[in-house]
């Protein structure tokens, strides 16, 4: 760890369409490379559009952690 830089600033922010290109290819690599998920093959950004329709009908938050206009994170 490099504790001579300060990490870059980050922001919690509600995810929009436009994000969730970024989001599949973060949870696409998860899948493919973590042992975190079961699912196989990853899903589609075509699914995970959906799924984002179907939290945010629910009233829950669908959330993304923006780094410099960088998706590095999610949550819902």
Same mark, same amino acid.
């Given at each position: 760890?490099?504790?001579?830089?300060?990490?870059?600033?980050?922001?919690?922010?509600?995810?929009? $369409?436009?994000?969730?290109?970024?989001?599949?290819?973060?949870?696409?690599?998860? #899948?493919?490379?973590?042992?975190?998920?079961?699912?196989?093959?990853?899903?589609?950004?075509? $699914?995970?559009?959906?799924?984002?329709? !179907?939290?945010?009908?629910?009233?829950?938050?669908?959330?993304?952690?923006? #780094?410099?206009? #960088? !998706?590095?994170?999610?949550?819902?």
């Amino acid at each position: 760890m490099d504790y001579g830089n300060p990490p870059a600033p980050f922001i919690v922010r509600d995810a929009t $369409e436009a994000d969730m290109a970024a989001r599949q290819a973060l949870y696409a690599h998860n #899948v493919l490379q973590g042992p975190a998920s079961s699912e196989e093959p990853p899903p589609t950004l075509a $699914e995970m559009l959906e799924r984002r329709r !179907i939290v945010l009908g629910m009233g829950i938050p669908y959330l993304v952690a923006d #780094v410099g206009g #960088v !998706i590095a994170g999610y949550s819902y």
